[in-house]
């Protein structure tokens, strides 16, 4: 799955550790995330659209 995660995270200066501490995850979360490694669950997905202000479709896409 592609997603916007770090540009998003970059546009606020926040670094990967900051991210995870306002998501309450880790920061290889984030990490993993942002590189393809991992889907994020539905319940984190929202998390971050919420955090971010756009909705999931905004940041995450499916590669299919």
Request: proline fraction near 3%; charged fraction near 35%.
């Amino acid at each position: 799955m592609n997603n916007r995660l770090r540009v998003l995270r970059a546009e606020k200066g926040w670094s990967q550790a900051d991210l995870a501490d306002r998501l309450e995850v880790s920061r290889q979360s984030v990490n993993a995330i942002e590189t393809g490694k991992y889907d994020p669950s539905l319940p984190l997905a929202f998390r971050i659209a919420r955090l971010f202000d756009q909705r999931i479709e905004e940041i995450f896409e499916d590669e299919a």
